[in-house]
T-cell receptor
Framework: DTGVSQDPRHKITKRGQNVTFRCDPISEHNRLYWYRQTLGQGPEFLTYFQNEAQLEKSRLLSDRFSAERPKGSFSTLEIQRTEQGDSAMYLC?????????????FGEGSRLTVL | AQRVTQPEKLLSVFKGAPVELKCNYSYSGSPELFWYVQYSRQRLQLLLRHISRESIKGFTADLNKGETSFHLKKPFAQEEDSAMYYCAFLSGNTPLVFGKGTRLSVIA
């Protein structure tokens, strides 16, 4: 197991297009998180799953964003009708179930550029 | 709301000099605090957590509830310590909240 993997690593798209990112967590981890990071900021929480259940969503996650984790393994984050403000690094992280130790294992991120 | 503040965007020190990266939090309860680090071209990773009271790579951090601080310290900086450092906050089952980060640059 090479850790959390994300795909694609880079995505350039035109405003108004839809994009989808995939995250494969560490296999025995059942918590999966999505964060967004823009220049000069720390990672900002978007949403997280425990198994296939989406337990919390940030107000940053507008209606254009949707995340799924259908079988409790990999997850996808889709952004519809992209806007320039969506340009950011999208980070996925996973952790073991309980207790909530605060130790997240991050992927390398998917960088989105919206033109 | 929970908040983590890292007042310095950039900290430059000479090799061998002491390092202190500042972190303050706002929360009325008993938080758990962490330092994460991101070296160049590597992924974000946990450096240390306050409950472990451990020293990792020569770094230590003490939770000061009176000052609501969790500063990261190292007595003698090394060039390989150059990285982005993020303070992070956890309470209960809420997701980690990160500060904006401090870039540490150790000058040879």
């Amino acid at each position: 197991d090479t850790g959390v993997s994300q795909d694609p690593r880079h995505k350039i798209t035109k405003r108004g297009q839809n994009v989808t990112f995939r995250c494969d967590p560490i296999s025995e981890h059942n918590r999966l998180y999505w964060y967004r990071q823009t220049l000069g900021q720390g990672p900002e929480f978007l949403t997280y799953f425990q198994n296939e259940a989406q337990l919390e969503k940030s107000r940053l996650l507008s209606d254009r964003f949707s995340a799924e984790r259908p079988k409790g393994s990999f997850s996808t984050l889709e952004i519809q009708r992209t806007e320039q403000g969506d340009s950011a690094m999208y980070l996925c992280a996973s952790s073991s179930r309980t207790p909530n130790t605060g130790e997240l294992f991050f992927g390398e991120g998917s960088r989105l550029t919206v033109l | 709301a929970q908040r983590v503040t890292q007042p310095e965007k950039l900290l430059s020190v000479f090799k061998g000099a002491p390092v202190e990266l500042k972190c303050n939090y706002s929360y009325s309860g008993s938080p758990e605090l962490f330092w994460y680090v991101q070296y160049s071209r590597q992924r974000l990773q946990l450096l240390l957590r306050h409950i472990s009271r451990e020293s990792i790579k020569g770094f230590t951090a003490d939770l000061n509830k009176g000052e609501t601080s969790f500063h990261l310290k190292k007595p003698f900086a090394q060039e390989e310590d150059s990285a982005m450092y993020y303070c992070a906050f956890l309470s209960g089952n809420t997701p980690l909240v990160f500060g904006k980060g401090t870039r540490l640059s150790v000058i040879a």
